[in-house]
């Protein structure tokens, strides 16, 4: 059902099938994983897809693998999405602290499905920290239906950066259901090209040095497009002022009805979450 080339049509999808529908419409070649819930889905759908389409998709070693391969198909120019838990990214650290230096040439999506409250996980660490502590952006969708469009964005927005994009979930997300309307299908582009480059690609520290401030020239743009992106909601009149994201958008705007305060509330939703868009919080 994740295949049907139905644009407007609306369809029912969990929130895995939603994201992994809005990495089909953006024309993903490539995707590599090691499956954990809350993310489980979005692999066996994508799965599911490279049976009956030209979609390369693996079930990888380890979350450290499927990164290495994931980021080696995306440095050949093709549209890539690596997926795994939260406690995933634990694995994968390595090879992502380098490759926000040595950045992509086509657009590679880290999905991190987060798991707060645990329950499937033996903790409930919060990974917007990893897109801090590498320098990458990271986008956080607030409903079933956004995840789909947010996921098309992340790519979008790593091709003009040249940077991976962490698209951070939770379980909410993950495993709650809602309509959909779906959207076009980009043509998927399958033929990748490696071309060496060891200035950019072997990282020896003369190398790093200048990656380094390529990787600080691409935060300040990441912040400029931060500060002015469709991600970034602003609701509501009021002197009050509620800034969230993810699933507690939603809980704060039932939280303003119930208490009839509307009219003196303002939310400001944040999805375009690192780096974070300082001016429209001022």
């Given at each position: 059902?994740?295949?049907?080339?139905?644009?407007?049509?609306?369809?029912?999808?969990?929130?895995?099938?939603?994201?992994?529908?809005?990495?089909?419409?953006?024309?993903?070649?490539?995707?590599?994983?090691?499956?954990g819930t809350p993310s489980s889905e979005?692999?066996?759908?994508?799965?599911?897809?490279?049976?009956?389409?030209?979609?390369?998709?693996?079930?990888?070693?380890?979350?450290?693998?499927?990164?290495?391969?994931?980021?080696?198909?995306?440095?050949?120019?093709?549209?890539?999405?690596?997926?795994?838990?939260?406690?995933?990214?634990?694995?994968?650290?390595?090879?992502?602290?380098?490759?926000?230096?040595?950045?992509?040439?086509?657009?590679?999506?880290?999905?991190?499905?987060?798991?707060?409250?645990?329950?499937?996980?033996?903790?409930?660490?919060?990974?917007?920290?990893?897109?801090?502590?590498?320098?990458?952006?990271?986008?956080?969708?607030?409903?079933?239906?956004?995840?789909?469009?947010?996921?098309?964005?992340?790519?979008?927005?790593?091709?003009?950066?040249?940077?991976?994009?962490?698209?951070?979930?939770?379980?909410?997300?993950?495993?709650?259901?809602?309509?959909?309307?779906?959207?076009?299908?980009?043509?998927?582009?399958?033929?990748?090209?490696?071309?060496?480059?060891?200035?950019?690609?072997?990282?020896?520290?003369?190398?790093?040095?200048?990656?380094?401030?390529?990787?600080?020239?691409?935060?300040?743009?990441?912040?400029?497009?931060?500060?002015?992106?469709?991600?970034?909601?602003?609701?509501?009149?009021?002197?009050?002022?509620?800034?969230?994201?993810?699933?507690?958008?939603?809980?704060?705007?039932?939280?303003?009805?119930?208490?009839?305060?509307?009219?003196?509330?303002?939310?400001?939703?944040?999805?375009?979450?690192?780096?974070?868009?300082?001016?429209?919080?001022?």
């Amino acid at each position: 059902k994740l295949l049907q080339n139905a644009p407007d049509q609306e369809i029912m999808l969990l929130g895995n099938e939603s994201l992994a529908r809005g990495a089909v419409e953006a024309g993903l070649a490539f995707a590599t994983t090691y499956p954990g819930t809350p993310s489980s889905e979005l692999s066996l759908n994508l799965f599911q897809i490279s049976q009956e389409t030209d979609l390369y998709f693996e079930y990888s070693t380890n979350e450290k693998v499927a990164l290495e391969v994931a980021a080696a198909a995306a440095n050949s120019g093709l549209r890539t999405m690596c997926i795994m838990k939260h406690v995933g990214l634990n694995v994968a650290a390595d090879p992502l602290m380098t490759l926000a230096y040595v950045g992509v040439k086509g657009g590679l999506v880290i999905l991190t499905a987060d798991d707060p409250s645990m329950f499937s996980s033996q903790n409930e660490q919060d990974n917007r920290y990893y897109g801090k502590f590498a320098g990458l952006p990271i986008l956080e969708p607030s409903s079933v239906a956004e995840a789909k469009d947010m996921a098309k964005a992340a790519f979008e927005l790593s091709e003009t950066l040249g940077e991976p994009v962490i698209l951070r979930t939770t379980t909410r997300i993950n495993h709650s259901s809602a309509f959909v309307t779906l959207g076009d299908i980009k043509e998927r582009n399958t033929k990748g090209e490696f071309i060496k480059d060891p200035m950019s690609f072997v990282t020896v520290p003369a190398v790093s040095r200048k990656l380094h401030v390529k990787l600080l020239e691409n935060l300040d743009r990441a912040q400029a497009l931060s500060n002015r992106s469709e991600h970034n909601i602003l609701t509501g009149t009021g002197r009050f002022g509620v800034i969230c994201n993810g699933v507690s958008f939603l809980y704060a705007e039932d939280a303003v009805k119930d208490l009839g305060i509307e009219d003196k509330v303002k939310i400001l939703r944040i999805g375009f979450s690192n780096p974070m868009p300082d001016q429209m919080i001022e």
